[in-house]
């Protein structure tokens, strides 16, 4: 993704897959330091909100992966 200072940007993940799972900890590499901030919001309907803040403007990737159940 590409970014300017400031931007943030939000990815909503489910969590009701019957084959897959997300796991917060294990399953997201946080922005690195001075990058800006990664944050995770459990949302009502137990999806999960990724919320990235960018301390500075660039292009970025992040790894976001689901598992298999079992």
């Given at each position: 993704?590409?970014?300017?200072?400031?931007?943030?940007?939000?990815?909503?993940?489910?969590?009701?897959?019957?084959?897959?799972?997300?796991?917060?900890?294990?399953?997201?590499d946080?922005l690195?330091?001075?990058?800006g901030?990664?944050?995770?919001?459990?949302?009502?309907?137990n999806?999960?909100?990724i919320?990235n803040?960018f301390?500075?403007?660039?292009?970025?990737?992040?790894?976001?992966?689901?598992?298999?159940?079992?």
């Amino acid at each position: 993704m590409t970014v300017n200072t400031g931007d943030k940007v939000t990815i909503t993940v489910p969590t009701n897959l019957d084959d897959l799972e997300w796991d917060s900890v294990k399953s997201v590499d946080d922005l690195p330091k001075g990058d800006g901030t990664t944050a995770y919001t459990k949302n009502a309907d137990n999806t999960y909100t990724i919320t990235n803040t960018f301390a500075e403007g660039g292009i970025f990737t992040q790894k976001n992966s689901l598992g298999t159940v079992g």
